[in-house]
Structures are given as C-alpha cells and as structure tokens.
C-alpha cells in the first residue's frame, strides 16, 4: 500500500479534517487551572473517541489520587492498534498532549479564543490561511495532523496505520509540569517498553517552507537561591558600610557565574558535555542561519551576538550549555526612593543542559558553588525547582530514516536536521525510563504565538502535517 | 535670670506639657497623603497658636501654587520674638516639622496611632514609662521639648527665650521631601539669614541615659538604573547564550562597584572626601560602641562585620561615604519556574556621602561610570531621584558649647558627640544656600520605632529635652 492513497483521501477530505480540528479547540483545557477540570476530561474524552473511531484500543487512564472513579489529575488518553501480522518494522510510541495554556492576557485577542476563526494573514503578517485559537498549534493542531493521516490511511486501507504497530499517550498536563507522567510511564513500563521509539509532533520548522526533524532538545535544571543576611530591613543611613548588604553580595555572587569568555564557572559543570561533531557544526553551518537577523528582530544590534566564545550562535543554542538568571528581586522596587538594606535577596538561576548532563547532578554543583561563595556573615536558602534531562536522538535510526523520508515524499524537499535550544522534558523522561530515543517531526512556525495571544497554525503547515504522518506510516512499513 | 527658675517651673508643670503634646498628636498630619491635607493645616494652625501664645510673631507661608490663599504644599510654621535690646549672643533658627509618617501597617499597631497611649513598657521591653503614637517623638514629641521649654521660659520671665534672638521654622512636608523647603528658604532668605546657627532636634541619643551631640550627619545620592536588552521577553532555551541577559549583565556591572577592600571605585568618588582627623578617630573609640553586640541584634554574626577596609564600623558609618542597592528586580520573581530572558532589569544604588561630596556631582560620576560599563548590546534607563548634602558643625562654635553646657546642666552628664550615619537633608540645604551651620541637639532612642508601628517618646527622654532646651536658653544668653 502506497502514501499515495492516502495523501488523495487527505486532499479530498481536507475541510472534515479542519472541522474535527476546530470541534477539539472549541473545549477549553486548560490543565493549570483547576476550574477547567471538566472540560480537560471532555477533551480527553473527544480524542478517545476518534481513536476509537480509527480502529484503536483507547481508553482513558485516571491520574493523581483515585476516588469514585476519577483522578485528581487529568485523565492520559491511551491507545494502541493491533499491528498487520506480517509487520516487523518499529513499534513507534506517538506522544502529544491536549491540554493547552491559560489565555491571559485576554484583552490582546483578537478573537474568542475557544472559537477558533479561520482568516487570513492581517496586513503586515507572513504567511497564508490560518486557524487562530488556543491550542491551534499547541499541541491539538500537530496531534490532529497524525490522528488525521490515521483517519486517511483508515479510509484508504482499512487499518489507521498502514498495519504498522502504534501506541498512543496523549496526555493533559504538558502545560502544568507533567506531574502524573513519569507515574504512569512507570506503571505501564511493561505495555510501553514494547515500543522501540518515540514521534512526537510539537516542535517547528526551519522556516515556512522549510521541513525540519529535530533531533535534539537542551535539558534544563531550575532553581531559586536567597541570600539573608540581617534578621530585619535596616536604615541604609545607620547600617550602609556596617554589614552585608545581600543584594550587593548577591550580585556579586552572580556576577561570577561566567567568566570572561562566557563559560559557566561551576567545577565539573561541563564533565559530561558531549562535544558538537565536526560533522555537526558543518551541517549547522549549512543551514545559513543568520544571527544578525534574528537580534534585529528583537531590537538588538550586531553587538549583542554574546556568548559562549569559540562557538557560533546556533551551537551555542543547540549544542552548549548555558546558566541564566531568570528573574532577581529584593529590597525596594515601587517609586521613588526608599533608604533601605534588606534581610534577603533572591534570585531564580536556570542552566540549559546537553547530553549527557544530570539536571539533579548540575543543581547539586550549583548549590555547592553558591555555597563556596557564601559572602561573610551571610547564609542561602537554595530550593529545586526540577528541570529535566536533555536529549540527542541518533540520526541514522530506521525511525529517523523514516522521517526524514515521509517529509520528503510529502514536501518534495529534503527536510533540515535541526535541534532545539528550548527543553521537551518528556522526552528526557522517557529516554531515562523507557530507554527510548525521540523523533521531534514537527510542524510549527516560530511566529505561531505558542503560549501567547493569538496563536495559530497555518493550513499549509496542517496539511504538510497530514501528509508527512501519512508518509511515515508508509515509510516506517518499509522500513 | 538662671536655668534653675525655668527646670522648677517646667518640673511643676510637666501634666500640663504632656497633655498638650498629647493634644497635637491627636492630628494625624500625614504629609504624603492628600486626603490629610486638612489635618497637616490644623496641625501647623495648632502650632502656631502655641507660638504666638508664647509671644512669638507666628503665622502660616503657604508653599506650592496659592490659589484662594491655600498652597497646593502644606503650610510652613514661620514665627520670630523680639529679643531683649541688650542681647548679643548667636540667633537660633529652630527647625522642625509638624507632619508625621503613614500609619501601615495598621494592624500592627497595639493603639490608635492617632489615640495617644500613655504607659509603661510591655513585659521584655526596656525603658519606662512612654507616650505610644504616630509623631510621639518623630517630630512633634521632639518640638514639643522646646515649646514647653519656651513655656516655661516665659511664665518663669515673662521672655519665651529669655531674651535670645530667635527663628522658628516648623514645616509639614519633612516626611515627603521637603519639596517645598527650598524655594520658601530662599523666598525668606534675607530673615532667614538673620540666623547664625540652626537648632534641630529630630536626632537620637547614644542610649538611655547617654545625651548625645550630633555633630555630622552624612549626605545622599539616590538613584535608580534600568539595563535595556531586546525589546521583548526572551525564551531562554530559544535565546540562552545567544544574547545579552540584562540581569546577568546588571549583576556583572553592580558587582564592580566595590573593590576588594570594599572601596567604591567610581574614579573621583573619594575626591572630596574630609578625611576622618585623628582626634575623631580616638574620641568615637573612647565611645567603645560595640559593632559585635549590634550586629548580634539583627541576627548576624561576628563575621558579618564587613566594610571598607581600615576602618572600624562606627568609622564607616559616620565618617566614611558608602554605595549601597537598595532594590533591584527584573524577569519572574513569582512562584515556581519560568524561563524567560527579560528585557530589562534594574536596580536603586543610593550613596551615602561625607562632607564635602556634593551629591549632583557623585550621582553624575556614577553615570559616567555605568555608561563607562555598558554591557555590548545593552542601553541605559537612569534616573536621579535627587538627596541631600552631608553636614560637619564646628563642635568648638558658641551654639556647640551652649548645647554642652546645656545637656550637662539638664541631665548631669556631659553628653557625648556623635555622628549619624543617616541623612538630613534640610541641615544640607541651610548650610548650601544660608551658610547655616545645624547643633543637632535630640532626645530618641533607637528603639523608638521611628517610622514603624506604635512609636513612642518616653517620658524620662521628654523631660530631658524640655530642660535641655530651657538650659540651652540659659546657655546661650550667658554666650
């Protein structure tokens, strides 16, 4: 059986495909907040019963505490389809999730953004026809393109995956930290370790027109340090030149986070960074990718390209680690003037990690650091707040190879191998517990507003979306 | 006409004093608060009519735009008495302020601020018995000293001074910047230059039972920096390592501010800087004020001890100029995790100057010196918020003496002379543009909560103010 079948039944049915589309973003699922619990469970629900309708075995999975039947999390859609007889190419693990972001700032939408509006650009927009909603993209929209190449293959053959062996965990709480994943990934090891690989579907593209797999996502260790120094606010007249002041400590602290080439200063905090490749940094040099573009875009000069030396921009992003502050306060911030040397400062410290570095490993090197700086006559109140474990997918899997073949056949391009600066923590999880590498195929533009007002997702990227997961079912079948 | 005359009378009448000063705090004059503005007018009225009870030429200068002839500032207490013809001695200016501090929290307060309580110390509590209420000693507690000294000076002689020229300058605007100081200073300045020393008492004591001369009080510089990076909110696994992180980088530029022996290394800071004379050095020594027990008091230990290098702790805080941030924030300081990069973090740096450092001056080095430090990529936001000069009196002057002589004489001792390390602008003020030097003659207690919930004057500090300025009258007219 051909992806051409499919793809004609893709193409024939586009506009049912947007309308199932937009059904499943009319339900607000908003995972963080807890008065939207019911419409969480109502979207589980409605994407159980499209697996089933497709000829899978779903049901939904209670998490958190149990009682009468429900879980105090949200529900984990989980689905899997009796493979074709004759099938011994991979059992592939598609993972997505339903939930989506809260909406606020609300007054910046342009529309409802539970009633999903198809439009085009607005003057001075890139890009073609669109759905705006929460969730377009994030994650409904690219879950929809595999559920819709499944219907296609469905309708064309009679099996959803082309014979191929599938499990499906779509889960409702990607938005609100995971919390009950790892839970029942460890409770179904059994059922999911039968997969020898997962594809997931919510990362981007290169660029509009430009296929992408990403085979690779930073890890990310995240932590909140104070220092204290007096028991109480002090007069900055009675006590400035007398005592530690703990935000000027703190700074100074910090400030000793890089040294003067940009390298983060903890001992042992690149032990286990794997080098970028020869071969990597030439591939990555190959993608063009402009620097100078992208600060101007968000009003920076040429001057501004600071980092890591020795490396390029895109391999600082891709391939190196690096430590942030992601927000500090203390002592007096309304108007005005007001003399004070506070009892505390804080700060929240975050490291993006690379294969192979331990996120628990990394904030334990951190928390020793700042304790080996703790400035005279102070102390630290240093709190994890978790992280996850990077990943690098290798590249010359059958899964990979099926891939980067589907994008082909379905765009006519061969797409960019890429990696990704931001984190998937699920996927570090899953590596960790299941021994499982991740195929990002994703479809997303980085002008899709994830997380903000106004988030869309273009037709041609849904489509090119269908079809790409129509042609992996193909090519994992020939693999 | 001896002090002894003056101390029976005002020992006689102490119920009396008490119950008029009680009679003033009753008027929540606070300054900062338009809605009080009414109060701020009785209480300056109030004070005035005291004045001119006394015998005093008294009336109200309206400050800030007149219109119907009310000033959008408070009213400004002006008054003057006819000296005796034969008096030769120095002319007082007495300053001091009517208006009071907000009363938040509210609910910390175990009275009415504005009820005055009169009682003993509550169990674990040091000192006798105290008047509890907003104003009790800062400033209303303090005038009252010298109006009930004035008092007793005229029913004892019929002459409110005993003869001395004197000035009175009684403002309502001294606990929300004295806008309206200057320009009514030098609107007045040819009767205000009639003064040869200023008398302020709005200072505190070394202890209970330790009278003190404040002889110096520091100057101020505030100001307030923003460090620009993009003009957006950053993902920082899209932007980590790849551009200016403005907290990062303001912490890199804060950290410099001291060297390694906690100098300031602005270039020019220490420039005007008097240097501390030896026999200062050993008289604060002979002091034996002990930094160990006072840091001990605010929950640090011995190693907390730290400041510019050379210098003990009473050395640093009186007679050296210090830098300190008292406020800084930028990015996420909520709950948990969020990874952005900002787009601008900042910082309030104040500094706390010696005489003769000039605070426009030091406020502008600071500049250079940030703009000196710019971060590649980043720009600047900095704002003044202005401050004051610092004060150094002549401790061998007339006014000095009389108020040696005078605390000696009211309580037996002869009080200390000290130094704050804290700011009074005012003193600053009428030394730039009346050439006025200020005896700093006050009666608080470091736990006077000044500023705070249920400050109090106690009774033995007010009975000492009012028989130091009865004596200071004696003094000064034997001068």
Not at 42 to 60: N, P, Y
Not at 287 to 299: E, M, P, S, T, V
Request: charged share 20%.
């Amino acid at each position: 059986m051909s992806f051409s079948a499919a793809a004609d039944t893709l193409a024939a049915n586009l506009e049912a495909s947007i309308d199932r589309w937009v059904d499943w973003l009319k339900i607000p699922s908003i995972s963080t907040d807890p008065a939207y619990a019911g419409h969480c469970r109502r979207a589980a629900e409605w994407c159980r019963d499209q697996l089933t309708e497709l000829g899978f075995t779903a049901s939904l999975v209670e998490t958190g505490t149990v009682t009468d039947g429900k879980g105090s999390g949200h529900p984990i859609v989980l689905a899997s389809i009796e493979p074709a007889g004759s099938y011994k190419g991979p059992h592939v693990l598609f993972y997505g999730h339903y939930d989506v972001q809260p909406v606020d700032p609300v007054s910046l939408w342009h529309s409802d953004p539970f009633q999903p509006v198809r439009r085009g650009p607005l003057p001075g927009e890139p890009g073609g026809e669109r759905i705006v909603a929460r969730g377009a993209v994030d994650d409904k929209g690219q879950v929809m393109t595999f559920l819709e190449a499944c219907r296609a293959w469905k309708q064309a053959t009679g099996h959803a995956t082309g014979g191929a062996a599938y499990t499906i965990v779509i889960e409702g709480e990607e938005e609100s930290g995971s919390v009950n994943l790892q839970p029942f990934v460890l409770a179904h090891k059994k059922l999911l370790s039968a997969a020898d690989v997962c594809l997931i579907s919510d990362t981007g593209m290169l660029g509009r027109n430009k296929p992408a797999i990403t085979y690779g996502v930073r890890g990310l260790a995240y932590t909140q340090v104070t220092l204290h120094a007096s028991n109480q606010d002090l007069h900055s007249g009675l006590w400035g030149g007398r005592c530690p002041n703990p935000i000027t400590e703190l700074t100074r602290v910090l400030s000793q986070l890089h040294d003067k080439n940009r390298r983060v200063t903890i001992p042992g905090f690149y032990d286990k960074v794997v080098p970028i490749s020869k071969k990597e940094r030439a591939n990555w040099a190959a993608l063009k990718f402009n620097q100078k573009a992208a600060l101007k875009a968000i009003g920076l000069p040429p001057a501004a390209d600071i980092g890591e030396k020795g490396f390029t921009a895109i391999e600082r992003e891709w391939g190196r680690p690096t430590a942030e502050i992601n927000g500090i306060w203390g002592g007096y911030t309304g108007e005005g003037a007001k003399t004070v040397i506070p009892a505390h400062a804080s700060a929240k410290v975050s490291f993006r990690l690379v294969a192979n570095q331990n996120p628990a490993d990394i904030t334990k090197r951190f928390f020793k650091w700042c304790k080996d700086h703790t400035p005279s006559g102070c102390r630290w109140d240093l709190t994890d707040h978790h992280g996850g474990f990077g990943v690098t997918t290798p590249i010359d899997s059958p899964a990979m190879r099926a891939a980067s073949a589907a994008l082909k056949s379905a765009s006519g391009k061969a797409p960019a191998l890429i990696k990704s600066g931001g984190s998937i923590p699920v996927a570090g999880m899953l590596k960790d517990k299941l021994g499982l590498d991740t195929v990002f195929m994703g479809f997303g533009l980085d002008d899709d507003r994830v997380h903000s007002p106004n988030e869309k997702f273009e037709l041609d990227c849904f489509r090119l979306g269908c079809r790409a997961h129509a042609a992996f079912i193909h090519h994992i079948t020939s693999a």
